[in-house]
T-cell receptor, first 117, second 114 residues
């Protein structure tokens, strides 16, 4: 079965601190996809990144970076120099190989990040 | 990415009634999905809305309770039937251009049942 675990339920940091959100996944598939979404207090879900299981290169986008390690089944998300606007709930999600279940997103429980000024 | 309009944005309903939520996309999309987010919880997939055929429901969700329509590639509806307080949630529509492509979400419908 597929499962996503976000071990941190809540994180609180002070502005300009770096923060890492952990995501651990379980799957028996060799082909799978990992995602991160942001849900700010306004409630909408914002797509941040998609990574497939064959691409273990880390990715950086501005202050955001992602570390994908298949050996530990982890897909961690780091925000550098955090800002108050980063305050949100962040979800890690997993989907399986193409097929009738391929579109299904399995979400972790979410990590609520609070960045204080 | 596609612009997704979801209506209503919120509603307060009486127990036993039904509400239909609409999801309109500004371009044709391959995949449309409906999710539920219970208070303080994560998102759970209700069903995949299939164009021109019956939706594919996830375990724990049934067509009688959550009938779904998808008459074309830009529009879908989800009905929450015979509502009870346990149905109080955010219901979100998402769209994607292919399996395992990023799904983009509407702003959600915040539903409260009294």
């Amino acid at each position: 079965a597929q499962k996503v675990t976000q071990v941190q339920t809540e994180i609180s940091v002070v502005e300009k601190e770096d923060v890492t959100l952990d995501c651990v996944y379980e799957t028996r598939d060799t082909t799978y996809y990992l995602f991160w979404y942001k849900q700010p207090p306004s409630g909408e879900l914002v797509f941040l990144i998609r990574r497939n299981s064959f691409d273990e290169q880390n990715e950086i986008s501005g202050r955001y970076s992602w570390n994908f390690q298949k050996s530990t089944s982890s897909f961690n998300f780091t925000i550098t120099a955090s800002q108050v606007v980063d305050s949100a709930v962040y979800f890690c999600a997993l989907s399986g190989p193409p097929g009738n279940q391929g579109g299904k997103l399995i979400f972790g429980q979410g990590t609520e990040l609070s960045v204080k000024p | 990415s596609a612009v997704i309009s979801q209506k209503p944005s919120r509603d307060i309903c009486q127990r036993g009634t039904s509400l239909t939520i609409q999801c309109q996309v500004d371009s044709q999309v391959t995949m449309m999905f409906w999710y539920r987010q219970q208070p303080g919880q994560s998102l759970t997939l209700i069903a995949t809305a299939n164009q021109g055929s019956e939706a594919t429901y996830e375990s724990g969700f049934v067509i009688d309770k959550f009938p779904i329509s998808r008459p074309n590639l830009t529009f879908s509806t989800l009905t929450v039937s015979n509502m009870s307080p346990e149905d109080s949630s955010i219901y979100l529509c998402s769209v994607g251009q292919g399996i395992n492509q990023p799904q983009h979400f509407g702003d959600g419908t915040r539903l409260s049942i009294l």
